[in-house]
DNA sequence: AATGAATGAGCCTTCATTCAT
DNA sequence: GATGAATGAAGGCTCATTCAT
């Protein structure tokens, strides 16, 4: 009945601009008339869609998140019993895709770096749903990689450490410093897939010497 | 010529206001009303000594880190030629108080952290300013741990596993995550010097790692 | 030529919805959303039917009225000539009813009611044409009932002793003062009576006053 | 320290002009720009000064029935001990005074009726807080000219009878029907005090002839 | 005949800044 | 030197109405 074609579209348009905007600008400094003026669409048109800046911004988040996780899967396709070692990869291999990534797959992280350190009222609880899954799956990870041994110090630690290397990724907005690429620009795939290389092997190395100090202060 | 000394306590109760409220709650969501209420002046003060909210900002800002360099300087007071292993420990124990550390010394790494995933116009300058001598430092250390054969791109890829570990920090706004410490609460003085010792030795073993992969392709 | 059943539905479903919401919340605080979710239809609905939120209104307001007056007719089926005391009753006695009653013929005086303290201009001219008759069929009564040396300010007061009466139960929105009725509830039936009987003796009385007055005066 | 005179004046004049806006087009139809459009001030003065639309109205509110209070007060200077006669005309006079003055006097009573049939979510509590006394004074008064035989539906008939014949001139927004005063122009005092006398003789009548029902019942 | 989509005008409020003392 | 008052430029949202099917 009167489906209008142009009604999904705006709808549509109206999301592609918000998470565009929101991701580049935060929650704060974004405002609807610049998300519909790039949707091309009326300031009405917001709050007809999604009744509010707020139940948008929520939206949006979750559609960015969801799109990411399917796109990077945290567990890169390895089976549940696949070496530690190669699940770590996995982990931070996909969160690298998601915080660096190029077009609407990048703006999941980007959005969530801005929640992280600028926390909108509107989406602590997507927040928690989204980021403690991640936070479980690393630690079990870490656990494995620790031994039997390690206290809940021990794995909070070199959790962060893990976690942090590719989250910090997105304070830079895309940009790399410096010497890691030429001119400071985007990461292309290969970067990212590099970067992932470096971190991994870079953290096993500390998880095993985290590892090595535990057993030595057991004995 | 009497030296007005409430003026200078006026001046000086709005920077101390400024500086918690920027830092707690970021430049945008900080109004100038907000300050001045905390201040208990009116709210023409901020821009009868400081001209505009943004000049305000940058001046909160510098103070902020030149005290919080000062309080912990990042060369830990270490000799210029002091092992590299103990600079590393110097410069993450020194970056970790500035982003963690209670009070004012806390600030400067809240403010830097807020900058960098959200940046204000008014700031860049001052930003660049900062940042990069302490990202020379780091390169430094890490060029003397990795040895002459390391190239640019391994450099800067450690380079940012060792900074990212602490800069992420400034994510959780002074909560820990849960496991490390009861409570999720703030960190204690005796909890950073912890974390900065795990960091170093997790990033000494992840550099030596990085160490010896290049090595081996060398030869 | 079949007639489309639900067309009319839907305008029937409308004007119920309307004169409802009309009469609960007023002209302003209604709006056409308001209107059409009730009657589970869409907002272009009332437009479509009726031109505009001001035509229905007025449409609501002609048909709650004649409704009203076709359920209580001010003269309660008494001929011309009854005695002016059981006209009054009469009068009386459907005022009320037509004020207080429960459902569809109560919208008709509440409509009124917040019209006479709210003139929303698009009524203006149905108003006029509705009340007016009222007030001639109230006067003449009270001429009879102060006899023929009565003047105009005389008849006019008495005129407004009555009616205003009735009237002013509108204001309670349906609810009478405590002690009136257990809970300050919606009256009943019963009570509606029971409150024609009292107001229709108690203008008697004063009535009567007055005419002793005025006789008094002209001797 | 630095009083600016118009500082006053406009708080002043924000306030007049509402209490004339908001008497004459309620509180929905007012807007804050039609406000400081009379008041001759910018749109924020009325945040400024007064915090929200709300909050203004409450004063405005406020501020005019206990003007309007101390200028016809509703014992009209009589001792308690007067007679119950007095009492009532003294009670109906001050009411009339009250809702049908003019200028700042009148706005109490003309605010009061659209409260009454349009209550506005914000000022419920200063409602109860100024109308139950008058209620409880009626009522007092009522008790006394029934007699003690009478109940409490008999008093709150009777309260309602008394009182509804004042409150509903409010509807008539100042002006009386033709017939009662040339041209329905607005309403002299001395009309009102006519009014006043008019609506005290038929009360105390339809009182009294209540009173004599209720003895003839109970013997 | 009917409707989901879209709009523009308007409202209340916030806020950095300026004014006048 | 300092401040209470005042302002204008937004910003988010509501709502009657119009559009396009």
């Given amino acids: 009945m009167a489906i209008r074609k142009d009604g999904i579209d705006t709808r549509d348009k109206i999301l592609k601009a918000a998470s565009e905007v929101f991701a580049k600008e935060g929650y704060r400094n974004t405002t609807v008339a610049d998300i519909c003026r790039r949707a091309g669409s009326n300031v009405a048109a917001v709050n007809y869609h ?22 990077y899967p945290p567990d890169g396709g390895l089976p ?50 989204v980021v403690r899954p991640l936070r479980e799956r690393t630690r079990k990870i870490i656990k494995r990689l620790l031994g039997p041994n390690a206290n809940d110090r021990e794995i909070g630690f070199c959790e962060m450490s893990v976690l942090h290397q ?49 057993n030595n202060n057991h004995t």
């Fill in 50 to 71: 999604f009744g509010s800046k707020d139940a948008l911004y929520v939206i949006v988040w979750r559609n960015a998140f969801e799109e990411a996780l399917r796109a």
């Fill in 80 to 129: 549940p019993d696949a070496p530690a070692e190669q699940c770590l990869h996995a982990l931070v291999h996909s969160a690298l895709h998601r915080i660096l990534g190029a077009g609407r797959l990048g703006h999941a992280g980007r959005i969530l770096i801005r929640e992280m350190s600028d926390p909108s009222e509107a989406i602590r609880g997507v927040f928690r749903d």
């Fill in 166 to 214: 590719c989250l910090a990724m997105g304070f830079r907005r895309g940009k790399l410093p410096p010497g890691v690429i030429k001119g400071g620009g985007k990461p292309t795939p290969e970067l990212i897939d590099a970067l992932a290389e470096h971190i991994t092997k870079f953290s096993l190395a500390g998880i095993q010497a985290v590892r090595e100090n535990i």
